[in-house]
T-cell receptor, first 118, second 111 residues
Framework: EAGVAQSPRYKIIEKRQSVAFWCNPI?????LYWYQQILGQGPKLLIQ????????DSQLPKDRFSAERLKGVDSTLKIQPAKLEDSAVYLC????????????????FGPGTRLTVL | RKEVEQDPGPFNVPEGATVAFNCTYS??????FFWYRQDCRKEPKLLMS???SGNEDGRFTAQLNRASQYISLLIRDSKLSDSATYLC????????????FGTGTRLQVFP
């Protein structure tokens, strides 16, 4: 079974530039997550989609970050404009969850995009 | 106070040693608990879920103490391949799958 795909794997930009990341979840997985992992820290949830609707975006810095999941499959995360503190690994994850309720589903992570902002 | 706290380590242990990691969480309403493993420059992967009764998977044993809001992971007979960062993870709300990750504990097993 193919895993979660992300691209690009690495990106270097200057501050104030824009950048976009792409994620293709595991086929059939309804829920998609974007995490930010700063060096030395655990992943922090930025946004959660179920199908093409947003479930939780409470920790997404909406003045500069945006995400969409049109058609409920692939997703893109954009940063505009980037700041130095946005340097991190951006991880996409997916899980099968279709309905609310029940035990937590396992989340499967992609390899991440390592962003460096100069 | 952080929602999930771990000792960052590193823990340097010889092959064959037994090592234990601890984790505390601040929200008493936390519902589900996990240990994830993250190799250097790789993505996190689920190692095991943690149940109130304790659970074991081969050389790995996880324990949960809800009264003390404390989770542990014990690794017996450490292998070189166990070298990684171990992330303590908590789900606060039962049906939202919102995971809160600790900063991770780094383990280095040497020959």
């Amino acid at each position: 079974e193919a895993g979660v795909a992300q691209s690009p794997r690495y990106k270097i930009i200057e501050k104030r530039q824009s950048v976009a990341f792409w994620c293709n979840p595991i086929s059939g997985h309804a829920t998609l997550y974007w995490y930010q992992q700063i060096l030395g820290q655990g992943p922090k949830l930025l946004i959660q989609f179920q199908n093409n609707g947003v479930v939780d975006d409470s920790q997404l810095p909406k003045d500069r970050f945006s995400a969409e999941r049109l058609k409920g499959v692939d997703s893109t995360l954009k940063i505009q404009p980037a700041k130095l503190e946005d340097s991190a690994v951006y991880l996409c994850a997916s899980s099968p969850r279709q309905l609310a309720g029940g035990p937590t589903d396992t989340q499967y992570f992609g390899p991440g995009t390592r962003l460096t902002v100069l | 106070r952080k929602e999930v706290e771990q000792d960052p380590g590193p823990f340097n242990v010889p092959e064959g040693a037994t090592v234990a990691f601890n984790c505390t969480y601040s929200n008493s309403a936390s519902q589900s608990f996990f240990w994830y493993r993250q190799d250097c420059r790789k993505e996190p992967k689920l190692l095991m879920s943690v149940y109130s009764s304790g659970n074991e998977d081969g050389r790995f044993t996880a324990q949960l103490n809800r009264a003390s809001q404390y989770i542990s992971l014990l690794i017996r007979d450490s292998k070189l391949s166990d070298s990684a960062t171990y992330l303590c993870v908590v789900n606060i709300v039962y049906n939202t799958d919102k995971l809160i990750f600790g900063t991770g504990t780094r383990l280095q097993v040497f020959p």
